[in-house]
């Protein structure tokens, strides 16, 4: 099959369109679509209905099947029942149909598996796009096409919105246009047998029509084939995604803190972090934020001004800039003075500016333009309730005279409050690509997206990757003896030499196959120390008396031999004990985890945050999905609050936070050369103050 991003065209800007299926009755669905694409403006002569039952519908020639329409088609669009799918597919593909976009149901869906298969094979041998099956169908406000049975056509707009539910995609056609907000295409996904949201994501990443991608999605097929495209995209234009099903995933045999923590829903956000995909809570966010970053231009720096003629408003403005992260400029005295001359005495020239209730259009709009000229603001949010003083006409007007006249050089948010007078205003304002919502927290909220859109483009943009010197064969060595043994779980002192063999220090261990050898050890190593079971059976050692600490003398090293081989016994018969392990008992740091699971969908995600006996219960984690970058290195530490605890909490020393990230990027490494690794808990990683690194003291590592 034909996978790029070209090979879409035919499917998302056909100039001709077959209905398979294209019933007489109106109230079915191949009826419908046929009405749709007449309805919505496609030129009629390039629709062709195809049903051997009937000679018109809706006025146009209707044709036996697709092998007998005259010219070339594009699109074939298939409207018949599951079972006759293939049949009519097979015709598509001798007639060299382009692209098809099944609407049937009755496939995987529902377990009907083959048939699916069976499709996709068809689709390939005839070098078919395949859009569905299980879909609503597809709209394209550019070239007019309405080959879906949603209402209607959406308006026509930037915005490309990709659904993998296609009844809510119908329902936001309405609901857009309710606003609106226009789309250039609206996609819907089904059972993406062959056509996947990257595949689409690639397209509109191309297409000149579309501004910004947004997607609702439940989940990814080829999560690689996700990240990839979206980090591609990103830098060309904003991507915004609602990700539903958040909840984690419960059924599954657990064996490491980091796999017990890394459900999909970690690693989809740890996607979209890395890939600058931006994830958006609900669908009117999902909107509202698409319209700013179409028409909003980049912000001069991360730096935001509000003005206002509310206080309360400018209040609720800047409550919602700390919940969005964004920075309010502290205001210089020069750019105050020059702002003071358009307001009363008892205005407030801080941010935000408070014009008071008395501002009118000359206010609004002198003010603005000093904000729009001064390079200090990087944007502005201008806030208006509605006054017996002017009418929201005069402040839009001002808006929009001032960005005229300065150029549009930053973003300006505007939040118009006030009854149904403001309506006509915003949307005005809108089309002069000025947004603008009805309360403060909206304006905000879009003006963190523009901002984190812009930022994470930088980051994306600039990011390196590391280089690191390994010893790769050591690493090798050892687990291919653990998979020739058929060991899953490698024991602790196998794992603890890969992790050193990568370049992360490791406390240092010594197997003891009896007694008198374990105090021979500890007399070569000092005291105090901990000894513990090396068994490849046994994860969790505290479970089983596995492992004595504080142990200080020659009679205690006896002592605790016999006790751990005793415990052991007892409550783990069946494991195999490979022997006891004496190591110096590492001088106590700062507890961090380091782990990596490797997810189903995404592949390998790296875990850091607070280590010790309660990460599960402190649930202080982050992820990042290999490869990471440094920055991404960076960014998985601070954004945890053992960060805080790293850089010193209250006046204890800053700890060394760049052995920590050594660390992650080792482990890093140590996933990416390692296939066969399935997961790592590091735990815990004691850091110790600045200077002076850390030390891994647990290491786990299960195979696949
Ligand atoms: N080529 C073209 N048309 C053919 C045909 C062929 N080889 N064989 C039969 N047809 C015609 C039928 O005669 C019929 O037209 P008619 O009513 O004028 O006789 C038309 O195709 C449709 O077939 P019909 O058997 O009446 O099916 P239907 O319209 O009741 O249902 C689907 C067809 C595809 C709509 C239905 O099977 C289905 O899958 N519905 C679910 C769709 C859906 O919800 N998708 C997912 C949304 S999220």
């Not at 050898?517 to 513990?532: D, S």
Request: with cysteine; hydrophobic share 40%.
């Amino acid at each position: 099959m034909n996978s790029g991003a070209n090979s879409l065209y035919p499917l998302l800007r056909p100039d001709t369109v077959a209905v398979i299926g294209a019933a007489r009755e109106p109230h079915k669905i191949g009826h419908q679509v046929v009405r749709n694409l007449i309805e919505g403006g496609f030129p009629k002569e390039r629709i062709f209905p195809i049903n051997p039952y009937a000679e018109h519908i809706l006025g146009l020639k209707c044709y036996p099947s697709i092998l007998d329409v005259p010219t070339k088609v594009d699109l074939s669009v298939i409207v018949v029942p599951a079972r006759i799918v293939p049949k009519v597919l097979e015709e598509c593909g001798k007639k060299g149909v382009k692209a098809v976009a099944i609407i049937s149901s009755g496939f995987k869906e529902v377990g009907n598996v083959e048939l699916e298969e069976k499709i996709v094979r068809i689709a390939k041998k005839y070098n078919m796009r395949l859009l569905g099956p299980n879909i609503v169908g597809v709209c394209d406000t550019i070239k007019s096409v309405n080959a879906s049975f949603c209402q209607s056509l959406p308006l026509r707009g930037n915005i490309a919105f990709i659904t993998q539910s296609g009844a809510l995609g119908i329902a936001l056609v309405g609901w857009t246009k309710m606003h609106n907000i226009g789309l250039s295409d609206l996609v819907s996904l089904g059972n993406m047998a062959d056509v996947d949201q990257s595949d689409l994501i690639e397209f509109f990443g191309d297409d000149p029509e579309t501004k910004v991608i947004t997607l609702y999605i439940e989940g990814v097929k080829d999560g690689r084939k996700f990240f990839e495209t979206c980090k591609r995209v990103t830098v060309k234009k904003p991507i915004l995604a609602i990700k539903a099903g958040k909840a984690e995933r419960t059924v599954r045999a657990i064996k490491s803190h980091t796999g017990s923590l890394a459900g999909s829903d970690s690693a989809y956000n740890a996607v979209f972090k890395q890939s600058g995909v931006i994830r958006v809570p609900t669908f009117p966010d999902l909107f509202d934020w698409a319209v700013a970053l179409s028409i909003s231009p980049k912000p001069l720096n991360n730096n935001i001004v509000i003005l206002t003629n509310g206080g309360g408003a400018g209040v609720m403005a800047t409550d919602a800039a700390e919940e969005y992260g964004i920075s309010l400029l502290e205001m210089p005295k020069d750019l105050a003075d020059r702002i003071r001359k358009y307001m009363p005495p008892f205005g407030s020239v801080l941010n935000p500016i408070d014009l008071t209730g008395m501002a009118g259009r000359e206010w609004y709009r002198e003010s603005l333009k000093e904000l729009l000229r001064d390079s200090r603001v990087g944007g502005v949010i201008v806030l208006y309730c509605h006054t017996a003083i002017t009418t929201p006409r005069e402040i839009a007007d001002a808006i929009i005279e001032a960005v005229r006249t300065v150029g549009y050089c930053k973003p300006v948010v505007v939040s118009l409050i006030g009854g149904e007078e403001v309506i006509d205003e915003c949307e005005r304002l809108i089309s002069n690509k000025i947004p603008c919502y009805d309360s403060p927290e909206k304006a905000m909220a879009a003006m963190g997206a523009i901002i984190k859109y812009y930022s994470d483009r930088e980051k994306i943009l600039s990011r390196k990757y590391p280089r690191l010197n390994v010893d790769y064969e050591k690493a090798k060595g050892i687990i291919e003896k653990a998979l020739k043994r058929g060991h899953k779980i490698l024991s602790p002192r196998e794992a603890a030499e890969i992790v050193e063999a990568y370049g992360i220090p490791v406390v240092s261990k010594k197997l003891a196959k009896s007694k008198e050898e374990a105090i021979r050890f500890a007399e070569e190593i000092g005291y105090p120390l901990v000894m513990e079971v090396d068994s490849p059976h046994i994860l969790h050692k505290t479970d089983v008396g596995g492992i004595i600490v504080g142990v200080n003398s020659r009679e205690e090293v006896g002592k605790a031999y016999d006790d751990i081989i005793r415990n052991v016994s007892e409550k783990a018969p069946e494991a195999h004990i490979n022997g006891i392990i004496v190591r110096k008992m590492a001088e106590k740091g700062r507890e961090v985890i380091l782990g990596m699971h490797r997810d189903p969908i995404f592949g390998p995600v790296i875990m850091f945050g607070s280590g010790g006996i309660l990460v599960e219960l402190l649930k202080d984690v982050s992820f990042r999905v290999v490869p990471l970058s440094v920055e991404d290195a960076h960014e998985i530490i601070e954004e945890t609050k053992a960060y805080k605890m790293l850089k010193g909490y209250r006046g204890e020393k800053e700890a060394d936070i760049d052995c920590v990230i050594d660390a992650v990027l080792r482990l890093l490494k140590v996933v990416e050369d390692f296939s066969e690794i399935e997961d790592v808990d590091i735990n815990p990683f004691f850091v110790y103050d600045k200077g002076k690194g850390g030390i891994a003291v647990d290491v786990k590592i299960i195979l696949s």
